[in-house]
Each structure stands twice: as structure tokens, then as C-alpha cells.
């Protein structure tokens, strides 16, 4: 996987990333590709391991699903209100679908998940041997998922400012790695 960050460009199957105010991306077999934005630029170390990015924290989960406030469920999905939340997702290579598993919800299965997040997101991806991760949003938000064909998680939280802002983006080509 290739992880450019303001122009720097590391390169490993693991990424951890920590801190960003907005994440946008797709996962589906073969393609995994994430966009993400900070306020100020983070610090990126990189070993044999991992590449690890933050502008301050670590990586937390909450696979409980304990900061999960409140849950309602429309015709096409769910409405999630939240002081931290959870999202695992991994790819099956031999049906190609993702499972998304969400807090309280259960496991959702889509061609494609589509992420556009705002707040304090962070994100934890492997993408070989197989693609699997988790996004934590620890905002006191709500997101909106919408189930189908394909699955999307968007938030709409009010605007901040966009100047200075700092971009990250990470690709992985079609096929195995």
C-alpha cells in the first residue's frame, strides 16, 4: 500500500492513522483507497511493521460498542448517535464481498463500503495478505449508514474551517499485493 502524506510517500501493507478531522474512501475487492485530511501535519514514523501517522493519540477501539448512545433504524439503514464508535470491515477473497461489522447493529455484507467521515477519525488498515481494518469516530457525533448493494458511513457534522488543512492519501492497485 502506498501512503502519501504532503508529499512524503511511504510504502507497507500496514497503516495506522490517527487524528484526522475527515476520511473519505472506498473498499471493495481489490481497491481500497482513502483520503483523509488533518488540521495540522501529523508525525509519520515507519518500520518493517508499520506505517503509523498521528497528530497526536494513539489508535482506540471500542469493540464493545459501549459509546454507542443511540440506534434507529430507517427504511435504507441506521442512524448511530455516539461518544466513540467502532467500524471493523474486511474483504473476502472468495466471494469478494466485505463484512462491515458495526456496534449493535451486526455484520452488513456490500460489494463496496464508501466512507466520507468527519470529525476525530482514525483508522487501522492491513491490506496484505487481506484486506482488513477498523475506523474509530470518537467526536460525539451521529453517522448515517446505508445499507445495500453497497454500504456507505457519512456524517454530517457542521463546517469547519477548511484553509491549512493537511492531505493523506493511500492506494492499493487492483489484484494482491
Do not use: C, W
Amino acid at each position: 500500500m502506498r501512503l502519501n502524506l504532503d508529499g512524503r510517500v511511504y510504502e507497507n501493507p500496514h497503516m495506522i492513522v490517527v487524528g484526522l478531522k475527515k476520511l473519505t474512501g472506498e473498499i471493495s475487492f481489490g481497491i481500497v483507497k482513502i483520503d483523509g485530511e488533518f488540521d495540522t501535519l501529523p508525525q509519520a514514523s515507519s518500520s518493517e511493521d508499520v506505517v503509523e501517522v498521528s497528530s497526536g493519540g494513539t489508535f482506540e477501539s471500542d469493540v464493545s460498542g459501549s459509546g454507542v448512545i443511540s440506534l434507529n433504524e430507517l427504511e435504507d439503514g441506521y442512524i448511530i448517535e455516539f461518544s466513540k464508535v467502532t467500524i471493523k470491515f474486511d474483504v473476502d477473497e472468495a466471494t469478494g464481498k466485505v463484512s462491515i461489522k458495526v456496534p449493535r447493529i451486526g455484520t452488513l455484507k456490500a460489494s463496496k463500503l464508501l466512507l466520507d467521515v468527519s470529525g476525530s477519525v482514525s483508522i487501522n488498515l492491513i491490506v496484505s495478505p487481506f484486506v482488513v481494518g477498523a475506523i474509530t469516530l470518537s467526536n460525539d457525533g451521529r453517522i448515517k449508514i446505508t445499507a445495500g448493494d453497497e454500504v456507505k458511513i457519512t456524517s454530517e457534522l457542521e463546517d469547519s474551517s477548511v484553509g491549512g488543512s493537511k492531505q493523506l492519501q493511500v492506494q492499493r492497485a487492483s489484484g494482491r499485493a
